[in-house]
């Protein structure tokens, strides 16, 4: 898929103009020119990276309709799906892109730069490690299971803050076992958004939660418990 086709499919949907295509041009370009030096995705055709990162990401747009966040964390941003793309498309919103790998963070430090988009914060860091009750919304893609990923999450969103959790086809039953820590964590699930990629190219379930309460201090715990004992 070109932009072009891109556009057009958001059309009605999504005002991507002419600003959003330029930026999302050269954002490819980087991400080609750096993929060749480290490995940042696997997708290397330009053509597929429109469809499974910037189409995948704006997809989210349809989950986050009528959300109105000052500030956003993208969690485990990688080369930055979705928080680089929702970071483009929503300029008023103040974007911290969380990766604790460096490299990645080179990356999109790069991007932020080449693109002057000043409202992106890049951040090198641990989810588990940040400040608390920060943010009013915190997405995240191919991140980790879901009680994992709301343990990780649900401590720095403000009380009424959203969580997106960008899932693919077993998204459905990591819903169904994340009852307890929803409880726990103070979260709610509020709605779900199925899509799938054109062509065929993969099933996605864009789970959205609200935090309802304060979460309890002893979250999160420390990464191994996390991993060892998910909630
Ligand atoms: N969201 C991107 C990348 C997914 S890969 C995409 O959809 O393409 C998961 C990313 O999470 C990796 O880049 C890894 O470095 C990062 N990560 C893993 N554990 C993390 C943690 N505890 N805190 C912050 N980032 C983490």
């Not at 597929?48 to 997809?59: F, P, Y």
């Not at 080369?79 to 929702?86: A, C, E, R």
């Not at 009380?159 to 990591?174: D, S």
């Not at 993969?202 to 609200?210: A, S």
Request: some cysteine.
């Amino acid at each position: 898929m070109t932009l072009d086709e891109l556009r057009a499919y958001f059309q009605g949907d999504l005002a991507l103009g002419e600003r959003e295509i330029a930026l999302f041009d050269r954002y490819l370009d980087l991400l080609e020119e750096w993929n060749g030096r480290m490995n940042l995705t696997a997708v290397r055709d330009r053509g597929e990276m429109v469809e499974k990162h910037l189409l995948d990401s704006l997809l989210a747009m349809r989950a986050l309709k009528g959300a109105r966040p000052g500030s956003a964390i993208d969690i485990g941003t990688g080369p930055g799906f979705p928080g680089m793309v929702l970071a483009i498309l929503m300029k008023d919103v103040r974007w911290t892109l969380l990766d604790a790998t460096r490299k990645k963070c080179e990356f999109l430090s790069a991007v932020k730069d080449a693109l002057a988009l000043a409202n992106v914060e890049v951040m090198n860091a641990r989810a588990e490690t940040l400040p608390k009750e920060r943010w009013d919304l915190a997405t995240a893609r191919a991140f980790s299971s879901l009680p994992m990923l709301l343990e990780l999450g649900a401590p720095l969103l403000a009380v009424g803050g959203q969580l997106l959790a960008m899932k693919g086809p077993k998204g459905e039953e990591e819903l169904i076992t994340s009852g307890r820590a929803m409880k726990e964590l103070g979260m709610e699930h509020v709605s779900k958004y199925r899509e799938s990629l054109p062509g065929g190219d993969g099933e996605r379930l864009n789970i959205l939660f609200r935090k309802t309460a304060r979460t309890p201090r002893k979250y999160p715990r420390e990464f191994r418990l996390i991993k060892a004992k998910p909630l």
